[in-house]
């Protein structure tokens, strides 16, 4: 889905699962492949660690006894640009990774309280993202013709805007309002093509397979034929790209932020972070490897994880 | 394949007009009256009225956009009288900002996004793929492991800052690069070279990774098929199956992969050009979308989809040619 | 009526008024001359930019930037001396005319004597017909949106829509080649300022309609356009038929200027710093807040200029609209604001000075005392607790501000969130996109409880200050400057006596002590005064900041120290 809109202009695709694996049974083993596999229970662990951050936040606030927006001139220098007061960007027993430059505010607690925008941008997108996308899908690749006819033009419609550009442009046309409904909206209506693209394409063939055939033939509806004979089978298909495509919003809400259309202060989020820390990579270079260690750290452990994960399944439809 | 050829350009058309009227729709309906921001900090209730017949935006807003429709195919004329203004086809119409001819705007920045776009392209397409098909064909060794966990991390890094370690490392710190500049290859073909390398390098790392994740995974597709298993049975070498059985169908996915990015770049790489200064496409997109400059935006918008459209049609036409499976019927 | 923009996109590339405080602290580099020592003759400045100039025609642009850069290519009937060691480059003097002009009839009629062996770039003599047509220009309904002061103060038929639709001005006589007559519609003391405005500028008879100026434009200065491409590079090389004997404002030292527009901000201030190649003969805007610590070094503080931009950063407070009507909430917000916070988010001490009163340091007769002191600017929360509890708000409420998009306006704006958030109000930001935010908060009807803007004086002194801010006959439906909406009838009666005045350092004067009446209504907080720090290549000479082009380098005295480097 969207992992390259993190990059310019159009994304392209990573590569589905080929073929649909088969129903059931094989999450037991799957589970098992992954545990063994030391990168994806690394990745885990830190996604867990990530989630209970964000959960967290507000303990986190009171265990450092600071709010994610309260100022603390005393930690920086007015004289030099507000730079942080102490070495490595202020890190000290009062502010543990540190202080924003020029108003102090504690950067452990704004990673925390941003991770749950990052994270709840990008989850609700690829919520959004996936509903729609398998439910189209699904739709133009069982149904074929007119139905397929339609959605598949809507979705060459849509793949042609140039999405970041599009996506600048209509945020900052619009009413500031609620910039993160703003966001996942606008993602979702750019991202879901990807997605239904390739569902459309292996609900083409595996209507044609044998067991579609005989449950057809067995009188089964359409109803029936789609929710117990298809969709069981795009599932792993399904579970990878939705995968791979939570990074991919989460460096495009970061790439949005960085260009000025992201969320609006005093709201913490990762992109803005980062795009706020640019300037001061040279004198403060902490404010900077902070927050882009989280977000790398966290893209790179989604990509981890969908990547093994689509390794586990491919395998298991090999075997 | 003419009706073909004729079917999928007519698709292009549509396309084209879809893309055209919904960002009209968009930008001429949600944003700011234009008229008041091109009126300027004295501005009074006439002078927005001289402004607003002279756009033509006291008309109905379908006759509007019929204008700004016959003006890209047959140009069309702005004002009245002594202030006729004739803008000749292709009419993307004048920026609200500077008043300067649109379509110019983009004859003259398109070589800088141009230049960057193929020269990406070309790093990323000689490091990916070369690095994929190895690791394909190694599966498995130290060699595989490490070049794709570096893939991993290096289509993890936003590009934004990578751009900032790379200038800080290349040009201040060991002061290999000059500083990136838009200079024109005409002027000092080094100085060129010298000063776009960087925003190559940048903007080719993070398409070299997938790529080389892809050709990765499609060469080892290819090598696991039953008709390479015959090949190794003759005795070939791993090289020789590569390079006599291997390397078409493990690229032909590529081929389409790339048509679209490289088309989509076409249109300016946004990021990169911004933070590198690079008066490209991409960086008066976003200029003009901080100055709510709609004409710009628009052409800007039209330009990528045109490219994108186009690259889609070129893909699918070499498609047919690299793949014979593919009928040219089908689709 | 210059609006200050707080992030100084255009406004700081180089704009004018006083302090040349140079920082040349630290034993001198070796070999290494200062920016501030004169200048040799011929070479090429560089400037490294961000946005490219507003426009190139006097009569279309109007920021501090561009007033600067016009300098160069054109001349007016006087403009301001040149910023230099001695001089703060404020004070007006002939230019294109003999002397500053004689009033007469009360200040009603002002003359001017233009100089001899004055010439266009195309060898045409400057006449006082040209004078005249590039005035009237400012009338084009399409032209004239830059310097309102012509339109305001000289008499003019109400239709009169400029030279290209309505042709000649009568209340601009010209009776010979030299000598040009202007009737104004009211005493106008201050009128040798007037005419130092960038749109007195002079054009041969019947040029320039179509925007022609904005890309070819025809110098009357020593330098003139020899290549312009928008949005990418301008190159300015010697005009030869300027004749250094009749200008004594512009030295004029290089033979040619570069500009190099749409750099990335932070990329301009290490090349800088890195000084690399032909950057050595470069200039920049002013520096990020980032940079200022780097900036600490002996060798760069050497070659690091400061400087004043005459505006005041403040808040507006809509005194029509809900608790704010009442004065002692509008009082207990000027005390629980922290203007230290709102300093930091300019970048600190180096960038901004917390504000006391309305007019900032650099305006004559101006009156420092603070109506609402507090400990360094820091806020009084207890003092405004009480206020608030007097006036029944002590549960506080929600104050909607609006603010521009961008990183410095946004980050003022949570300065002030968090400074009333100490009692108990409740600040929501409003954002607003920059392009339309002047649109916004000048309509009345849309603009909401306060605004985060600023305003720079259009020559010092507390005319052009005080009562475009305060004057509530002014209030308008669109454009409006007024944004307090405070419509008190005795500031209106003080207004109108001050600018009856004949002496203008009583004029100041009783604009000094305007002020504080002002603020004893609290129609706006002034949050700080901002400034200006700028690095400049080690090759570059003559660099002066000047209050009058908001803090940038008075660009007619630069200059580079050897020219063959």
Same mark, same amino acid.
């Given at each position: 889905?969207?992992?390259?809109?993190?990059?310019?202009?159009?994304?392209?695709?990573?590569?589905?699962?080929?073929?649909?694996?088969?129903?059931?049974?094989?999450?037991?083993?799957?589970?098992?492949?992954?545990?063994?596999?030391?990168?994806?229970?690394?990745?885990?662990?830190?996604?867990?660690?990530?989630?209970?951050?964000?959960?967290?936040?507000?303990?986190?606030?009171?265990?450092?006894?600071?709010?994610?927006?309260?100022?603390?001139?005393?930690?920086?220098?007015?004289?030099?640009?507000?730079?942080?007061?102490?070495?490595?960007?202020?890190?000290?027993?009062?502010?543990?990774?540190?202080?924003?430059?020029?108003?102090?505010?504690?950067?452990?607690?704004?990673?925390?309280?941003?991770?749950?925008?990052?994270?709840?941008?990008?989850?609700?997108?690829?919520?959004?993202?996936?509903?729609?996308?398998?439910?189209?899908?699904?739709?133009?690749?069982?149904?074929?013709?007119?139905?397929?006819?339609?959605?598949?033009?809507?979705?060459?419609?849509?793949?042609?805007?140039?999405?970041?550009?599009?996506?600048?442009?209509?945020?900052?046309?619009?009413?500031?309002?609620?910039?993160?409904?703003?966001?996942?909206?606008?993602?979702?209506?750019? @991202?879901?093509?990807?997605?239904?693209?390739?569902?459309?394409?292996?609900?083409?063939?595996?209507?044609?397979?044998?067991?579609?055939?005989?449950?057809?033939?067995? @009188?089964?509806?359409?109803?029936?034929?789609?929710?117990?004979?298809?969709?069981?089978?795009?599932?792993?298909?399904?579970?990878?790209?939705?995968?791979?495509?939570?990074?991919?919003?989460?460096?495009?809400?970061?790439?949005?932020?960085?260009?000025?259309?992201?969320?609006?202060?005093?709201?913490?989020?990762? @992109?803005?972070?980062?795009?706020?820390?640019?300037?001061?990579?040279?004198?403060?270079?902490?404010?900077?490897?902070?927050?882009?260690?989280?977000?790398?750290?966290?893209?790179?452990?989604?990509?981890?994880?969908?990547?093994?994960?689509?390794?586990?399944?491919?395998? @298991?439809?090999?075997? | 394949?003419?009706?073909?050829?004729?079917?999928?350009?007519?698709?292009?058309?549509?396309?084209?007009?879809?893309?055209?009227?919904?960002?009209?729709?968009?930008?001429?309906?949600?944003?700011?009256?234009?008229?008041?921001?091109?009126?300027?900090?004295?501005?009074?209730?006439?002078?927005?009225?001289?402004?607003?017949?002279?756009?033509?935006?006291?008309?109905?807003?379908?006759?509007?956009?019929?204008?700004?429709?016959?003006?890209?195919?047959?140009?069309?004329?702005?004002?009245?009288?002594?202030?006729?203004?004739?803008?000749?086809?292709?009419?993307?119409?004048?920026?609200?900002?500077?008043?300067?001819?649109?379509?110019?705007?983009?004859?003259?920045?398109?070589?800088?996004?141009?230049?960057?776009?193929?020269?990406?392209?070309?790093?990323?397409?000689?490091?990916?793929?070369?690095?994929?098909?190895?690791?394909?064909?190694?599966?498995?060794?130290?060699?595989?492991?490490?070049?794709?966990?570096?893939?991993?991390?290096?289509?993890?890094?936003?590009?934004?800052?990578?751009?900032?370690?790379?200038?800080?490392?290349?040009?201040?710190?060991?002061?290999?690069?000059?500083?990136?500049?838009?200079?024109?290859?005409?002027?000092?073909?080094?100085?060129?070279?010298?000063?776009?390398?960087?925003?190559?390098?940048?903007?080719?790392?993070?398409?070299?990774?997938?790529?080389?994740?892809?050709?990765?995974?499609?060469?080892?597709?290819?090598?696991?098929?039953?008709?390479?298993?015959?090949?190794?049975?003759?005795?070939?070498?791993?090289?020789?199956?590569?390079?006599?059985?291997?390397?078409?169908?493990?690229?032909?996915?590529?081929?389409?992969?790339?048509?679209?990015?490289?088309?989509?770049?076409?249109?300016?790489?946004?990021?990169?050009?911004?933070?590198?200064?690079?008066?490209?496409?991409?960086?008066?997109?976003?200029?003009?979308?901080?100055?709510?400059?709609?004409?710009?935006?628009?052409?800007?918008?039209?330009?990528?989809?045109?490219?994108?459209?186009?690259?889609?049609?070129?893909?699918?036409?070499?498609?047919?040619?690299?793949?014979?499976?593919?009928?040219?019927?089908?689709? | 009526?210059?609006?200050?923009?707080?992030?100084?996109?255009?406004?700081?590339?180089?704009?004018?008024?006083?302090?040349?405080?140079?920082?040349?602290?630290?034993?001198?580099?070796? #070999?290494?001359?200062?920016?501030?020592?004169?200048?040799?003759?011929?070479?090429?400045?560089?400037?490294?930019?961000?946005?490219?100039?507003?426009?190139?025609?006097?009569?279309?642009?109007?920021?501090? #930037?561009?007033?600067?850069?016009?300098?160069?290519?054109?001349?007016?009937?006087?403009?301001?001396?040149?910023?230099?060691?001695?001089?703060?480059?404020?004070?007006?003097?002939?230019?294109?005319?003999?002397?500053?002009?004689?009033?007469?009839?009360?200040?009603?009629?002002?003359?001017?004597?233009?100089?001899?062996?004055?010439?266009?770039?195309?060898?045409?003599?400057?006449?006082?017909?040209?004078?005249?047509?590039?005035?009237?220009?400012?009338?084009?309904?399409?032209?004239?949106?830059?310097?309102?002061?012509?339109?305001?103060?000289?008499?003019?038929?109400?239709?009169?829509?400029?030279?290209?639709?309505?042709?000649?001005?009568?209340?601009?006589?010209?009776?010979?080649?030299?000598?040009?007559?202007?009737?104004?519609?009211?005493?106008?003391?201050?009128?040798?300022?007037?005419?130092?405005?960038?749109?007195?500028?002079?054009?041969?008879?019947?040029?320039?309609?179509?925007?022609?100026?904005?890309?070819?434009?025809?110098?009357?200065?020593?330098?003139?356009?020899?290549?312009?491409?928008?949005?990418?590079?301008?190159? +300015?090389?010697?005009?030869?038929?300027?004749?250094?004997?009749?200008?004594?404002?512009?030295?004029?030292?290089?033979?040619?200027?570069?500009?190099?527009?749409?750099?990335?901000?932070?990329?301009?201030?290490?090349?800088?710093?890195?000084?690399?190649?032909?950057?050595?003969?470069?200039?920049?805007?002013?520096?990020?807040?980032?940079?200022?610590?780097?900036?600490?070094?002996?060798?760069?503080?050497?070659?690091?200029?400061?400087?004043?931009?005459?505006?005041?950063?403040?808040?507006?407070?809509?005194?029509?609209?809900?608790?704010?009507?009442?004065?002692?909430?509008?009082?207990?917000?000027?005390?629980?604001?922290?203007?230290?916070?709102?300093?930091?988010?300019?970048?600190?001490?180096?960038?901004?000075?917390?504000?006391?009163?309305?007019?900032?340091?650099?305006?004559?007769?101006?009156?420092?005392?603070?109506?609402?002191?507090?400990?360094?600017?820091?806020?009084?929360?207890?003092?405004?607790?009480?206020?608030?509890?007097?006036?029944?708000?002590?549960?506080?409420?929600? +104050?909607?501000?609006?603010?521009?998009?961008?990183?410095?306006?946004?980050?003022?704006?949570?300065?002030?969130?968090?400074?009333?958030?100490?009692?108990?109000?409740?600040?929501?930001?409003?954002?607003?996109?920059?392009?339309?935010?002047?649109?916004?908060?000048?309509?009345?009807?849309?603009?909401?409880?306060?605004?985060?803007?600023?305003?720079?004086?259009?020559?010092?002194?507390?005319?052009?200050?005080?009562?475009?801010?305060?004057?509530?006959?002014?209030?308008?439906?669109?454009?409006?400057?007024?944004?307090?909406?405070?419509?008190?009838?005795?500031?209106?009666?003080?207004?109108?006596?001050?600018?009856?005045?004949?002496?203008?350092?009583?004029?100041?004067?009783?604009?000094?002590?305007?002020?504080?009446?002002?603020?004893?209504?609290?129609?706006?907080?002034?949050?700080?005064?901002?400034?200006?720090?700028?690095?400049?290549?080690?090759?570059?000479?003559?660099?002066?900041?000047?209050?009058?082009?908001?803090?940038?380098?008075? +660009?007619?005295?630069?200059?580079?120290?050897?020219?063959?480097?």
């Amino acid at each position: 889905m969207a992992t390259t809109t993190l990059h310019e202009a159009q994304p392209s695709l990573p590569s589905p699962p080929t073929g649909a694996a088969p129903p059931g049974g094989t999450a037991r083993r799957v589970l098992r492949e992954l545990r063994r596999d030391i990168g994806a229970v690394l990745s885990t662990a830190f996604l867990v660690l990530i989630v209970l951050m964000a959960l967290f936040a507000p303990l986190i606030g009171t265990l450092a006894g600071h709010g994610p927006d309260t100022f603390d001139s005393a930690a920086v220098d007015k004289d030099l640009g507000g730079l942080p007061k102490g070495s490595l960007g202020g890190i000290s027993g009062d502010h543990w990774l540190g202080v924003e430059p020029q108003n102090g505010r504690d950067i452990l607690v704004r990673i925390a309280y941003g991770a749950r925008i990052s994270m709840l941008i990008a989850v609700s997108a690829t919520l959004l993202t996936t509903v729609i996308g398998v439910v189209l899908g699904l739709l133009a690749g069982f149904y074929g013709r007119w139905v397929d006819q339609v959605i598949s033009r809507l979705m060459d419609f849509l793949m042609a805007f140039p999405a970041l550009i599009f996506m600048i442009a209509v945020l900052s046309a619009l009413p500031a309002g609620n910039r993160p409904v703003l966001l996942v909206i606008v993602l979702s209506v750019f @991202g879901w093509p990807y997605l239904a693209r390739v569902v459309r394409g292996q609900t083409l063939t595996l209507t044609g397979r044998e067991f579609v055939e005989a449950a057809r033939a067995s @009188g089964a509806g359409s109803r029936a034929l789609i929710f117990a004979e298809i969709l069981p089978n795009l599932r792993s298909t399904i579970i990878v790209m939705t995968t791979l495509a939570v990074p991919g919003y989460i460096g495009t809400e970061a790439g949005l932020s960085f260009l000025g259309v992201g969320v609006t202060p005093p709201t913490a989020s990762w @992109g803005q972070m980062i795009a706020n820390s640019v300037s001061w990579y040279q004198v403060d270079p902490m404010y900077f490897v902070i927050p882009g260690a989280f977000l790398f750290g966290t893209v790179l452990a989604l990509t981890v994880v969908g990547d093994r994960l689509r390794h586990a399944l491919d395998a @298991g439809e090999a075997s | 394949m003419l009706r073909y050829v004729a079917g999928r350009l007519s698709w292009v058309l549509v396309i084209l007009l879809a893309v055209c009227v919904f960002t009209y729709v968009i930008f001429f309906q949600l944003s700011p009256d234009p008229a008041v921001m091109i009126c300027g900090k004295t501005c009074t209730p006439e002078r927005i009225d001289t402004i607003r017949t002279s756009l033509g935006l006291d008309r109905p807003f379908l006759q509007q956009l019929g204008d700004f429709l016959r003006g890209i195919v047959a140009g069309r004329d702005y004002g009245s009288g002594a202030n006729l203004v004739h803008c000749p086809a292709p009419c993307l119409g004048y920026s609200f900002q500077s008043g300067q001819s649109v379509w110019e705007m983009v004859l003259e920045r398109l070589p800088v996004s141009v230049t960057v776009a193929v020269g990406a392209a070309v790093l990323w397409l000689l490091g990916g793929v070369t690095i994929g098909l190895l690791s394909g064909v190694k599966e498995g060794t130290w060699w595989d492991r490490s070049t794709m966990a570096l893939a991993l991390g290096g289509s993890s890094i936003p590009p934004y800052v990578l751009a900032l370690a790379l200038q800080y490392l290349l040009v201040v710190k060991w002061q290999v690069l000059p500083f990136p500049a838009a200079i024109p290859f005409g002027d000092d073909p080094v100085a060129w070279f010298q000063s776009y390398l960087m925003p190559w390098i940048v903007l080719a790392i993070g398409y070299a990774c997938l790529y080389a994740r892809m050709t990765r995974a499609n060469v080892i597709d290819t090598l696991a098929e039953n008709f390479m298993r015959t090949a190794r049975a003759k005795g070939l070498g791993p090289v020789l199956i590569l390079r006599r059985h291997a390397l078409r169908p493990a690229l032909t996915p590529i081929v389409t992969i790339f048509g679209m990015d490289f088309a989509g770049l076409l249109g300016g790489a946004l990021i990169t050009e911004t933070v590198f200064g690079l008066n490209g496409v991409g960086k008066m997109a976003s200029d003009a979308i901080a100055k709510n400059d709609q004409p710009v935006i628009m052409a800007v918008t039209l330009l990528a989809a045109f490219f994108v459209v186009i690259g889609n049609v070129v893909v699918d036409l070499l498609y047919t040619a690299l793949d014979p499976r593919v009928r040219t019927t089908a689709s | 009526m210059r609006r200050a923009v707080l992030s100084c996109a255009a406004l700081c590339t180089a704009i004018p008024l006083t302090l040349t405080a140079c920082s040349g602290g630290g034993p001198a580099a070796s #070999g290494q001359a200062k920016p501030t020592a004169d200048p040799a003759t011929g070479g090429t400045v560089h400037f490294l930019e961000k946005p490219d100039f507003s426009h190139l025609d006097p009569a279309r642009g109007f920021d501090g #930037g561009v007033n600067n850069f016009y300098r160069l290519i054109y001349r007016t009937l006087t403009t301001r001396e040149a910023a230099g060691p001695h001089s703060d480059g404020t004070k007006i003097v002939g230019d294109l005319a003999t002397d500053t002009g004689r009033a007469s009839e009360n200040n009603k009629t002002w003359t001017f004597t233009l100089k001899k062996g004055l010439f266009f770039q195309n060898g045409a003599p400057i006449t006082s017909q040209d004078v005249k047509f590039g005035v009237e220009r400012a009338w084009d309904p399409d032209a004239g949106i830059g310097s309102p002061y012509a339109k305001q103060v000289i008499a003019a038929p109400a239709d009169y829509k400029g030279p290209y639709q309505s042709g000649d001005l009568d209340t601009i006589e010209t009776p010979d080649e030299r000598t040009i007559v202007f009737h104004l519609k009211k005493s106008y003391p201050q009128f040798s300022s007037v005419v130092a405005q960038p749109n007195f500028t002079p054009f041969p008879k019947g040029t320039g309609a179509k925007a022609a100026f904005d890309t070819k434009p025809i110098a009357s200065g020593p330098y003139e356009v020899a290549n312009y491409r928008r949005g990418s590079s301008l190159e +300015l090389v010697r005009n030869k038929h300027w004749k250094r004997s009749t200008d004594t404002v512009r030295a004029a030292r290089p033979d040619s200027f570069v500009w190099t527009f749409g750099l990335d901000a932070a990329t301009i201030d290490e090349r800088l710093i890195a000084g690399q190649g032909k950057d050595i003969n470069a200039v920049g805007p002013k520096v990020q807040p980032a940079t200022i610590a780097r900036l600490q070094t002996p060798q760069l503080k050497q070659r690091t200029l400061a400087g004043v931009t005459g505006c005041t950063t403040y808040m507006s407070l809509n005194t029509t609209k809900g608790p704010l009507r009442d004065v002692r909430v509008r009082q207990a917000i000027e005390y629980a604001v922290n203007k230290q916070t709102t300093v930091d988010a300019l970048g600190g001490s180096a960038l901004a000075t917390a504000a006391t009163s309305i007019e900032p340091p650099s305006i004559p007769g101006r009156d420092a005392t603070d109506v609402y002191p507090s400990k360094d600017g820091t806020g009084d929360p207890e003092a405004a607790r009480k206020l608030l509890a007097e006036a029944g708000q002590s549960k506080g409420f929600t +104050l909607t501000v609006d603010a521009r998009a961008n990183a410095t306006e946004q980050a003022v704006a949570v300065a002030v969130q968090q400074g009333l958030k100490r009692v108990g109000i409740k600040v929501k930001i409003n954002t607003i996109d920059t392009s339309t935010f002047y649109e916004v908060i000048g309509t009345p009807s849309q603009q909401h409880d306060a605004a985060l803007t600023g305003w720079c004086p259009d020559w010092p002194g507390g005319t052009t200050f005080l009562p475009p801010l305060f004057d509530g006959r002014l209030i308008s439906d669109k454009g409006n400057s007024v944004l307090s909406m405070l419509d008190d009838k005795k500031i209106q009666k003080r207004i109108d006596e001050i600018a009856a005045m004949e002496d203008e350092t009583a004029q100041n004067e009783a604009y000094g002590k305007l002020d504080a009446e002002i603020m004893k209504r609290a129609p706006i907080v002034p949050l700080n005064y901002s400034k200006t720090v700028l690095v400049v290549g080690t090759n570059i000479a003559g660099a002066h900041t000047s209050i009058s082009y908001s803090g940038g380098i008075d +660009l007619v005295g630069i200059g580079l120290a050897d020219p063959k480097k």
